[in-house]
């Protein structure tokens, strides 16, 4: 049996997918602009049990990430990447925040632009 949890993620993944969105259930040890990675959210499942069948809210973060070199660039991927993930997500999701556009330094690699967008979804056995 596949947790619920899981079934969620996966259905966020093979969305943006067949959107031709590059996405990740983990950070890649490096990450490529233009990337998702889905993870698990606070709180992460708000669990409520109906008789023996399981019932709870998943949430996940979605982190978006874009070359940080061009400011003025980076904005409008970002901008551009976070619509199309809005479309691309199923409509049994609800988005509860997007955050803005953050430069987060990586190391020797530099700085790479981070959208955080967190959604939710029910799940029931």
């Not at 889905?38 to 990430?65: A, F, Q």
């Not at 061009?70 to 990447?81: I, T, V």
């Not at 609800?94 to 632009?113: A, E, K, M």
């Amino acid at each position: 049996m596949t947790a619920l949890s899981t079934e969620a993620r996966q259905l966020v993944q093979s969305a943006l997918t067949a959107a031709g969105i590059d996405n990740y259930a983990a950070p890649p040890t490096v990450p490529k602009p233009g990337m998702v990675v889905v993870m698990p959210d606070l709180p992460w499942l708000d669990i409520e049990r109906i008789g023996s069948r399981l019932n709870y809210i998943v949430r996940h973060r979605l982190l978006l990430l874009l070359d940080g070199r061009s400011n003025a660039g980076a904005q409008l991927q970002a901008e551009d990447l976070a619509e199309e993930v809005l479309e691309a997500l199923p409509s049994a999701f609800r988005v509860t925040y997007v955050g803005p556009p953050t430069v987060v330094d990586i190391g020797s690699q530099g700085g790479i632009l981070a959208v955080e967008m967190s959604i939710q979804v029910s799940m029931k056995e």
